[in-house]
């Protein structure tokens, strides 16, 4: 008697279309979390913007005056991680007007500012740079007499101002 003998398996085409199908499930959430992680920095750092608001409003309060420089007694807290990697935030204090602006980069690598106390998406007209931001306001950045960074490039070192 002859045994018969059956064949057990997958073929190749029915292994490469599981491949096919596994592939394009991978992408599809790979873009969908990736979308998700940079809705989560832009919110982020949206509500570290509102959150500096309102500790400058609070100083104008106190002291009659919006502050230069910000000083860690003022307790900022930014969520770093959301932030893009280098040139990511700036001050910029005008003491001839008494305003401010902000300007900063989310890890996504979209641009907030805030102007006139409201926080605003994109650059301002002067782009985003240290000196852009002061522009803002009409002036020219100076470091040392109007500007802050919130993350220094050269050093790798975030603000002590900036928690």
Known sequence: MWAIRKN?????????????????????????YNGI??????????SDLANIVKRLEIQKVEDGSYPYPITTAMDVH?????????????????????QYAVQVRSASGNFFRI????????????????????????????????????YNATNDTWASWAQ
């Open 37 to 46: 992680t940079a809705s989560a920095n832009d919110a982020a750092v949206r």
């Open 115 to 150: 102007e006139g106390g409201s926080v605003l998406e994109g650059t301002g007209s002067g782009g985003y740079w240290a000196a852009g931001t002061c522009d803002i306001l009409g002036i020219t950045w100076n470091g040392s007499t109007n500007g802050q960074f919130g």
């Open 8 to 32: 057990s398996g997958f073929t190749i085409v029915e292994l490469l279309i599981v491949v096919v199908v596994i592939g394009v499930l991978a992408a599809i959430v790979i873009v969908a």
């Open 78 to 98: 930014v969520t770093k991680s959301a932030y893009y990697d280098v040139n990511n935030l700036y001050y910029c204090y005008d003491s001839a007007t008494d």
